[in-house]
């Protein structure tokens, strides 16, 4: 999908305007207000992996809220990412049962492969680690998630896999994307 | 092997597909249901199975569906809680996964028991490609007329829609749920009212869980005497156990309920004892909210009987020495772990979902995280012990949601059954510096 953030003018492309209203009409008539989550979803990764106040501004006009309505959500839910972020945010799960299975060692390992400390980027603007709470994959920890994936089970060499991998495709991976 | 109800098909190829799952015998609900059963009847068989609800609390779910409003011309809604964030739990994902139809079927089922003729499940946002999963079956089921206008040409029509939400444990609380569904932040709600009486956009809606919701297909295929006559006492049925850290064979497991915890723990039928030569130290047996055991607390009940997968013997002996069955989400400690660097992960936890809304559970969860980072870093005092324990204590049962009490009972059972380490950590802060140290053994 190709949408247009520039300066003066921000709108999605005919694709994805298609499933903005596909989405709306799920809900009954007069409460478009619950498209809001999956249309931020959408939003997100249409301009470059971020809400910026530009882009919220354009979905509260397109499901005709006040833009208030749009800020207070998109700040409450830990998805929605409020600044620019790397092409590929590595979220490790670090809550207990990932824990008991070597997540601080993962998390180690990755700060220390990428030259990062954990809710950096790289320079390259590559990579973004973040530790996050329960993705509900404990019984295959350690983990992480990567836009729509799940890693399951690494080691230090699934993770240099995986970090290779990333880098050859080069392409920013989104929550949305189809697997 | 014990009766296989949710996951008897779970290694059939190609069960994710309408055509295999029905092959397999799906959709048998929908068709009894809506051709030979009243709705009523259909809420009766539930109230008959003694089904509990699998979200973790345990209501009754017959008796839940009988609470539903049913005023004139106002519209009703069955929401399906997929928003699966309990640390430890991860069964519905393996379900809706695996067996997308089944949630669907029981969808379908439900919403005709409850007169709904739209129905949502509201999803946890980063199980993105398994809503995706969903979409796909709903679409299979759509065109195969299972759902839309008319089904099965009873007069009964159904919309079900897949919500995908953004990140927050809280939206696993009901009434967040609801608020969340609305396209607004998670902040539960004062109840009264129920949501069987003002839910979703103000009409009465029963929220459920994604197993009770699967399961009401084999209560309406077999019957609710049959279906009771499974498990054991007033825990009836099957249960999926989700079950993680230190063991051999962490999974998925469907249990009949009544299952001695010895033996879930250590036959190979679930999850195959604990690794490399290691003891049991502790088990969290219901996800992160219920109350820590060890293990002579876990294996026999304060009375020395066996205790077992059941809501009523996990919960044997109240707090004191007891736990709950919760979500089902299984979490083995094996004699390395730090119980306190587990409470301190555990309450960082719960003051990242807390939704701020009320004072104890906002300012508590924080407070307590503060407290155990400083014991767990050897830089506590004896006081800080009692202190925690005070605000625990201030928490529970002073807040809007239960969230409050989550996070209060496992730092008060850390501290009630593992207090040494705690103390040990006051002591010893040479010996904790390295986040890897050994704990000291359990008293004798
Ligand atoms: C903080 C909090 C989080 C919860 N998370 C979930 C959840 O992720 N999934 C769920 O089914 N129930 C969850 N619940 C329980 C729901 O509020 C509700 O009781 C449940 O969905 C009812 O379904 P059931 O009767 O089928 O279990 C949570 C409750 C609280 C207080
Ligand atoms: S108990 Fe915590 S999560 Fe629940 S409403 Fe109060 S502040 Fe929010
Ligand atoms: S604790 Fe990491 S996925 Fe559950």
């Given at each position: 999908m190709s949408s247009q953030n520039t300066q003066d003018k921000i709108a999605f492309s005919d694709e994805a305007l298609q499933l903005v209203n596909s989405i709306i009409?799920?809900?009954?008539?007069?409460?478009?207000?619950?498209?809001l989550i999956p249309v931020l979803h959408i939003a997100q990764a249409e301009f470059d992996g971020w809400l910026s106040p530009q882009t919220m501004d354009y979905v509260a006009s397109l499901l005709k809220l006040k833009p208030i309505e749009v800020y207070e959500v998109a700040t409450f839910?830990?998805?929605?990412?409020?600044k620019p972020a790397g092409k590929c945010i590595l979220e490790v799960c670090k809550t207990v049962p990932c824990w008991l299975n070597g997540a601080e060692d993962l998390v180690a390992y990755l700060e220390k492969k990428l030259g990062i400390k954990t809710g950096e980027t790289t320079a390259d603007g590559m990579f973004t680690l973040r530790t996050v709470e329960c993705l509900g994959s404990c019984g295959t920890a350690p983990m992480l998630q990567c836009g729509a994936s799940y890693y399951e089970n690494l080691t230090n060499e699934k993770a240099d896999a995986l970090i290779d991998k990333l880098r050859v495709e080069n392409t920013r991976k989104n929550y949305t994307d189809i697997i | 092997m014990g009766k296989k109800l949710l996951?008897?098909?779970?290694?059939?190829?190609?069960?994710?597909?309408l055509e295999v799952y029905r092959k397999m015998g799906g959709y048998a609900s929908v068709e009894k249901a809506i051709k030979t059963m009243t709705p009523d009847e259909v809420v009766e068989e539930v109230k008959k199975s003694g089904l509990r609800g699998r979200?973790?609390?345990?209501?009754?779910t017959g008796m839940k569906w009988s609470f539903i409003a049913k005023p004139q011309g106002v519209p009703r809604y069955l929401v399906c809680?997929?928003?699966?964030?309990?640390?430890?739990?991860?069964k519905d994902r393996y379900l809706m996964e695996k067996i997308p139809h089944s949630l669907i079927e029981g969808m379908i089922t439900s919403s005709y028991a409850l007169g709904a003729n739209t129905s949502y499940i509201y999803i946890r946002g980063e199980y993105f490609y398994v809503s995706r999963i969903l979409e796909r079956a709903i679409a299979e089921a759509y065109a195969a007329g299972?759902?839309?206008?008319?089904i099965l040409g009873s007069g009964y029509d159904l919309d079900l829609y897949v919500h995908v939400g953004a990140g927050?444990?809280?939206?696993?609380e009901e009434t967040a749920l609801l608020e969340s569904l609305e396209g607004k932040r998670g902040n539960p709600r004062i109840k009264p009212p129920f949501p069987a009486v003002k839910?979703?956009?103000?009409s009465p809606t029963v929220v459920n869980n994604v197993e009770t919701i699967a399961t009401v297909s084999h209560i309406v295929n077999m019957g609710g005497e049959e279906y009771a006559k499974i498990g054991i006492g007033r825990s009836t049925g099957t249960k999926l156990i989700s079950a993680g850290g230190n063991i051999n064979k962490p999974g998925v497991y469907e249990i009949?309920?009544?299952?001695?915890v010895e033996e879930f723990i250590f036959s190979d039928e679930y999850c195959g004892g604990i690794p490399n030569g290691r003891k049991l130290k502790a088990c969290v047996?219901?996800?992160?909210?219920v109350p820590i055991l060890p293990a002579h607390l876990l294996l026999k009940t304060a009375k020395n009987e066996s205790r077992l997968m059941s809501y009523e013997s996990l919960s044997d002996g109240g707090f004191e020495s007891g736990s709950m069955l919760g979500s089902g989400g299984f979490i083995v400690y094996d004699d390395r772990a730090c119980i306190v660097r587990s409470t301190y992960n555990f309450s960082h936890f719960y003051r990242h979902e807390?939704?701020?809304?009320c004072s104890p559970c906002r300012e508590g969860t924080s407070w307590m995280e503060k407290i155990l980072k400083e014991i767990e870093y050897g830089?506590?005092?004896?006081?800080d012990i009692d202190l925690l324990w005070d605000i625990q204590g201030n928490i529970e049962g002073k807040t809007i949601c239960p969230l409050g009490d989550a996070a209060a009972w496992p730092v008060a059972a850390a501290i009630r059954h593992f207090r040494h380490e705690f103390e040990y950590h006051v002591k010893y802060p040479e010996k904790v510096k390295d986040i890897k140290h050994t704990p000291p053994p359990m008293p004798v």
């Open positions: 009409k799920r809900y009954p008539e007069g409460k478009q207000k619950s498209a839910y830990s998805m929605f990412n409020l | 996951l008897e098909h779970i290694n059939v190829e190609g069960i994710q597909s979200g973790g609390a345990g209501f009754p809680n997929a928003d699966e964030s309990e640390p430890g739990t991860f299972w759902l839309g206008k008319n927050a444990y809280i939206c696993g839910g979703l956009y103000g009949e309920l009544g299952v001695p047996p219901g996800g992160s909210s807390s939704c701020g809304q830089r506590g005092t004896m006081d």
